[in-house]
């Protein structure tokens, strides 16, 4: 008989890690995601699991949010060395995050210690480090969506399209035991119809257990079209004022919808002459994996790319500038915006400037 014991995102909408145990599949993994908030060192730190990772058979993931895949490295360091399955997009995504999150840990970690040295106190060894990301990556095994791989004996895996970030899967898993087939529906995050770039999500007519995530279950998404005038607007006021535009973005997913929303308004001629920085390595980079993918991303909004001429998200925005150094980022903070500027404090080619960035457009700080 199988069995689904929760050990994250369980009343808490981080750390997504469910364990199915069955004759079937052996110990399966439905993600292994971190718990974000708080310092980020000691939620490390104190971190444990609940079951002895060397028994784990193989990990399922539905997508490359670190909520869903960040503890990936502290599973292989303690003994995990089985298969990770996920979509194709999502492993390329996987070092990106992967790298980024073990670098600030051990860079917060190594304040910490300096710290702690200075106080007399005892200092801290890393729980993983970049050779665990390694291992990790070196163990993916990316699928396609829609194409059943085998997991164990007698269970079959089919990945479909979450339409949540690049990659995102739902998990369709079917085992079957004492002659009676079971059908598993891991949702992870799901995205909203109609989203810019993302494929509707998947539906199944049919399930014995559904297993999803409803962080926002309960709310309404504003319609589209609204968001976008009341963007079109808050720009062109700005501009009028003078001023600059900062836009707090998440690097995976929400970047890339803003660039194209971004893109959609200067072929409106909605944009006035702003000229739009996307001042974050990790959001720069995670844009040259969706352009990748983009005969993966909906075919509507993908045309649209296409019928300007452009293969590429940030082609798509024509006064696109990518800061991906430090001395190019700093430099946007001598920028005077809005139609006020003068020319001369305009060091490039129009005399206004919306700033874009990781997660608060404008600095690197916050991944």
């Known amino acids: 008989m199988a069995t689904l014991t929760f050990y994250g995102a369980a ?8 364990l199915l145990e069955s004759k079937a599949c052996g110990r399966v993994l439905l993600d292994c995601g971190l718990r974000q908030g708080g310092d980020a ?88 480090d970049e050779q665990d990301v390694e291992r990790v990556l070196q163990q993916l095994q990316p699928n396609r969506y829609r194409k059943p ?33 079971k059908t598993l529906v891991f949702s992870g995050d799901l995205g909203r119809k109609g989203s810019v770039l993302m494929n509707d999500p998947a539906t199944f007519e049919k399930a014995d257990l559904v297993l999803m995530e409803s962080t926002y279950g309960n709310r309404d998404h504003r319609n589209e079209d609204d968001s976008m005038d009341e963007l079109a607007q808050i720009l062109h006021d700005t501009w009028e004022q003078g ?24 072929y409106a001629g909605k944009l006035d002459k702003w000229q739009v920085f996307l001042d974050s390595p990790m959001a720069i980079n995670v844009t040259r994996v969706y352009d990748r993918w983009l005969d993966i991303l909906d075919d509507e909004d993908v045309r649209e790319l296409s019928d300007a001429h452009r293969e590429s998200l940030a082609d798509f925005l024509p006064r696109l500038q990518l800061t991906a150094g430090t001395d190019e980022s700093m430099a946007i903070n001598r920028i005077k915006g809005g139609r006020s500027s003068s020319p001369a404090a305009a060091c490039a080619q129009e005399d206004a400037y919306a700033i874009t960035s990781n997660n608060v457009f404008g600095t690197n700080a916050i991944r």
């Not at 960040?70 to 060395?81: D, E, I, R």
């Not at 085998?150 to 035991?177: F, K, M, P, Q, Y």
């Not at 973005?249 to 919808?257: D, I, L, M, Y």
Request: proline fraction near 4%; aromatic fraction near 6%.
């Open 11 to 18: 009343q808490e909408v981080t750390g997504s890690c469910h």
């Open 41 to 128: 060192v000691e939620r490390i730190h104190n971190e444990r699991f609940s079951f002895r990772p060397d028994s784990i058979d193989a990990v399922v993931l539905s997508h490359a949010h670190l909520d869903h895949c960040g503890m990936l490295p502290l599973l292989v360091h303690q003994g995990f060395k089985g298969p990770i399955y996920c979509t194709r997009a999502t492993a390329d995504l996987l070092p990106i995050m992967l790298h980024d999150a073990v670098g600030l840990y051990l860079r917060d970690l190594e304040r910490q210690n300096l710290r702690a040295t200075r106080r007399g106190r005892k200092t801290q060894e890393p729980v993983y």
């Open 149 to 181: 791989f085998r997991v164990g004996h007698h269970c079959s895996v089919t990945l479909h399209d979450a339409g949540h970030i690049l990659g995102s899967a739902i998990v369709e898993l079917t085992l079957t035991e004492n002659d009676t087939e």
């Open 243 to 266: 001023g600059s535009v900062m836009i707090p973005s998440f690097a995976v997913g929400r970047t890339q919808e803003i660039l194209f929303h971004l893109g959609r308004l200067h």
